[in-house]
C-alpha cells in the first residue's frame, strides 16, 4: 500500500465556516476513494486565515516566516492537493489569491487539485470554472475535472449535505484520487524543457 500525502488548503475567515466543512468533506471523500485504489493517505491543513499576516508581510518584504514557510512546504509537497475558497464578488477571496501568489511559479506543476468554493447563493456557481480553474492551469497543477462549488441550501439535506452537493463531492473525490493514485508517491513529473541550454550556449564552441 502506497501513502499519499494530501494538503488541503481553505480560505474561510470565520470559525467555523462553510469553506472549511467543504473541505473536510471533500478531504473525507478523497481518502476514502484512495483507500478503494489501495492507497492510503496522510492529511495535511492548511487554514490561510491563520497566515493572513504572514502573507501580507510576503508580499510587501519577499520573505517568507517560519510558520508560513512551513506551510507553503505543505502544500508544494503534497502528492495532491484540495484547495477552497469563499466567494467574494464573484471570485476567489483576496487571501486565497494572495497565498498562491506568494508560491513559486512552478512549485505546483503537475499536482492534482480538487477545486472547492463556497458562497451564499448559487448565483456564483461558476466561480470555479471561470476564475480557478485559469489561475491554476497558470500554475500547471492538474485540476480534477469536477469542481465543486456549494451555495447555503446545499448544506440542508439529510446529514447536513444536499443529496446533490453530496454526489458532486464524491465523483470530485474519486476524480482526484484517480489522479494521485496514477503518480509516483512524492515525485513531480519532469519537465522535459526544464534543463535547455540557451541559444547562447548553444553557439558555444562553434
Keep these: 500500500m502506497t501513502t499519499r500525502t494530501l494538503a488541503v488548503v481553505s480560505a474561510g475567515l470565520s470559525t467555523p465556516s462553510s469553506t472549511r466543512l467543504l473541505a473536510d468533506r471533500l478531504t473525507a471523500a478523497t481518502v ?6 489501495g492507497d492510503d493517505a496522510t492529511v495535511e491543513v ?7 499576516r504572514d502573507l501580507a508581510d510576503d508580499v510587501v518584504t519577499g520573505f517568507a516566516n517560519e510558520s508560513l514557510r512551513a506551510a507553503i512546504d505543505t502544500v508544494t509537497g503534497a502528492d495532491g492537493l484540495i484547495a477552497v475558497t469563499p466567494v467574494f464578488s464573484a471570485s476567489y477571496s483576496g487571501l486565497f489569491k494572495t497565498f498562491f501568489d506568494v508560491l513559486d511559479k512552478d ?8 477545486l472547492g468554493a463556497t458562497a451564499g ?10 476564475a480557478m480553474r485559469p489561475l491554476f492551469a497558470y500554475l500547471r497543477a492538474v485540476p480534477a475535472p469536477t469542481g465543486v462549488f456549494a451555495a447555503s441550501e446545499d448544506w440542508a439535506g439529510a446529514g447536513g449535505v444536499d443529496a446533490e452537493l453530496a454526489r458532486r463531492i464524491d ?11 496514477g503518480r509516483p508517491a512524492g515525485k513531480r513529473p519532469v519537465d522535459p524543457f526544464a534543463d535547455v541550454p540557451s541559444f547562447e550556449e548553444l553557439l558555444r564552441g562553434h
Design 32 to 37: 476514502a476513494a484512495l483507500r478503494e485504489r
Design 171 to 181: 465523483r470530485a473525490a474519486g476524480e482526484l484520487a484517480d489522479l494521485v493514485a
Design 107 to 114: 512549485s505546483l506543476t503537475g499536482t492534482p487539485v480538487l
Design 121 to 130: 447563493t448559487a448565483r456564483h456557481s461558476l466561480v470555479i470554472e471561470h
Design 46 to 52: 492548511v487554514e490561510l486565515r491563520t497566515h493572513a
